[in-house]
């Protein structure tokens, strides 16, 4: 019998190091979230991940997005790539991208990333 998933409150900024410790496999789902930032950062020159904070914190989904530098006007704009189920780490419907409420506003860019899951992997030893 399938195991109903729980959920537990997020704070609403949460990044990937926030719910770290909620993961039901930390350093798998941060490796799967590496894996999707490196194939974004070689096809615009950099990445970065928000969570999705409104659904289950043992696996949230998740958002990759990278910067655009305009240099006549000097504004940087965010564009997403796109987003990802937590639990299968399959591309979501570009549907999910536009419910703006399921994103924490917090980001963590790919340096970040690699940091926290050398991190887990410390850890783990």
Not at 47 to 64: D, K
Not at 105 to 122: H, K, Q
């Amino acid at each position: 019998m399938a195991k109903r998933a729980v959920l537990v409150a997020m704070a609403p900024d949460s990044t990937v190091a926030d719910v770290v410790q909620m993961l039901a496999n930390p350093v798998e789902y941060v490796r799967r979230i590496l894996e999707k930032l490196e194939r974004c950062r070689r096809i615009h020159g950099n990445a970065q991940v928000r969570i999705g904070v409104r659904g289950r914190v043992e696996c949230p989904n998740y958002l990759i997005e990278y910067l655009r530098h305009d240099a006549k006007n000097g504004h940087t704009s965010v564009h997403q790539d796109a987003a990802y189920s937590g639990s299968t780490h399959r591309e979501l419907a570009p549907r999910h991208i536009e419910e703006t409420t399921n994103w924490s506003p917090e980001e963590m860019n790919i340096t970040a990333v690699s940091a926290l899951i050398g991190r887990l992997r410390n850890a783990r030893e």
